[in-house]
């Protein structure tokens, strides 16, 4: 009885240990953040915050849906995969030169600082995205989620050595790079990328590249600016003891995002190639799981919004947040249920649709900001949230109507 109840845990743990290892590696990310807010005065938690979002725009430009673009447009083929991978990266390369090289014509309070967040961020966040289309083709999921754990619980043991000894912000962040090196190594070699790839054999590459990378790059550029401008206009234009509210919140709220991210990566190669009976029934079950644990997220940070700031950040100043932390948390969740028919629209050839529906929703946040200005950091929180169901709501209407669409077609042809 026992060794049976052993190995269906065994069993259920192996076939979701990549779900865990992204909410392990996502975790991790966001218990760095709480911890160095606990030691860091609020105006360097605000200044590191405000750098990684002036990261994250210029960043933008490395990976503009390049990921899903790799995966859907090479049909998860193995050696196109690869190859694409590798001209991506060295785009990547690029724009971090110049973006170095920029920065020194701006007055920036600490450019030694925001080089190196500019380097975490690439570490943390592009580099895996642009490398992940691999191990989703190939199905290796076993192999990055050890990669992940192994990252997650690297930069944990950074946080708390961090915590513990008081270190200063430049110093974190060079173990914090350190990390992402060896995390580079180890993505690249088991994935065999070679940076040169694409060098060698250009002239194959543009072949293989065809019009509906622009339909995937419009679509991030317009999703960049309903879901991060406000961000960036907290981290240029407020305050960086206010900058510091916003991004406490943001981080604790980001708890759905964490939780969507898994299910979002593992269930786009699960919708390729599937009919469309199977596709409605794959959305529904990650619909249902999504609105569930995303409705006692809410409730929770509803009851004890208040308590669990004051726990994390142990300053009473923190707890001015609560409302931006209850707005935040309601519209990552709904960005979340989007996903999921974003996905959809994506496998099913209609990504050039996104830049539409964000474009929409791209003017919506603009007009919001000038609308909330005056209400300090509640106003992007509401600008966030109105935007997040606008676009949602277009996702899901598109997608039904695709759904009948392609539900039609299939019983005519059977």
């Known amino acids: 009885m026992i060794k049976q109840l052993t190995d269906k845990v065994h069993n259920i743990l192996k076939s979701q240990l990549y779900t865990v290892s992204v909410y392990c590696r996502q975790m991790a990310g966001t218990l760095v953040i709480l911890l160095i807010a606990r030691y860091l005065s609020v105006h360097d938690f605000?200044?590191?915050?405000?750098?990684k979002s002036i990261a994250v725009f210029c960043l933008l430009f490395a990976n503009l849906d390049y990921d899903l673009y790799i995966l859907v447009s090479s049909k998860a083929n193995t050696h196109e995969v690869r190859l694409k991978i590798s001209l991506f990266l060295l785009n990547t390369f690029f724009i971090i030169s110049m973006v170095t090289l920029g920065s020194m014509f701006f007055d920036i309070e600490n450019h030694i600082l925001f080089l190196l967040v500019l380097l975490r961020t690439f570490f943390d966040t592009t580099f895996f995205c642009l490398v992940l289309p691999y191990f989703q083709a190939t199905k290796k999921f076993s192999t990055i989620a050890k990669i992940n754990i192994l990252y997650g619980l690297t930069i944990s043991a950074i946080a708390i050595y961090s915590y513990i000894n008081k270190l200063s912000l430049l110093h974190f962040l060079i173990l914090n790079i350190c990390a992402g090196?060896?995390?580079?190594?180890?993505?690249?070699?088991?994935?065999?990328?070679?940076?040169?790839?694409?060098?060698?054999?250009?002239?194959?590459?543009?072949?293989?590249?065809d019009k509906t990378i622009f339909s995937f790059m419009g679509s991030s550029i317009t999703s960049y600016i309903y879901t991060q401008i406000t961000a960036l206009y907290v981290a240029v234009f407020l305050l960086k003891e206010q900058a510091a509210l916003f991004f406490a919140a943001f981080t604790i709220s980001s708890i759905t995002s964490l939780f969507a991210a898994a299910r979002i990566q593992k269930m786009l190669p699960e919708l390729i190639n599937k009919n469309t009976k199977e596709q409605i029934r794959i959305i529904k079950k990650n619909c249902i799981v999504m609105i569930s644990v995303f409705g006692l997220i809410l409730l929770c940070f509803g009851l004890f919004g208040k308590y669990i700031l004051k726990l994390i950040y142990l300053k009473d100043y923190y707890q001015n947040a609560y409302l931006v932390l209850l707005i935040l948390t309601f519209a990552n969740a709904i960005v979340g249920l989007g996903r999921v028919f974003g996905n959809y629209i994506a496998v099913v050839g209609k990504q050039a649709m996104k830049i539409r529906f964000k474009?929409?929703?791209?003017?919506?946040?603009?007009?919001?900001?000038?609308c909330f200005h005056k209400?300090?950091?509640?106003?992007?929180?509401?600008?966030?949230?109105?935007?997040?169901?606008?676009?949602?709501?277009?996702?899901?209407?598109?997608?039904l109507k695709m759904i009948k669409i392609n539900l039609k077609k299939e019983t005519q042809s059977e």
Do not use: W
């Open 46 to 51: 605000g200044l590191f915050s405000s750098y």
């Open 181 to 209: 090196i060896i995390n580079f190594i180890q993505c690249t070699y088991f994935s065999k990328i070679n940076f040169f790839m694409a060098l060698t054999k250009i002239k194959r590459f543009f072949q293989m590249l």
């Open 359 to 370: 474009f929409e929703t791209s003017i919506i946040s603009i007009l919001g900001l000038v």
């Open 375 to 399: 209400f300090g950091i509640t106003g992007p929180a509401i600008v966030v949230a109105i935007s997040s169901i606008y676009n949602t709501m277009r996702y899901i209407l598109f997608s």
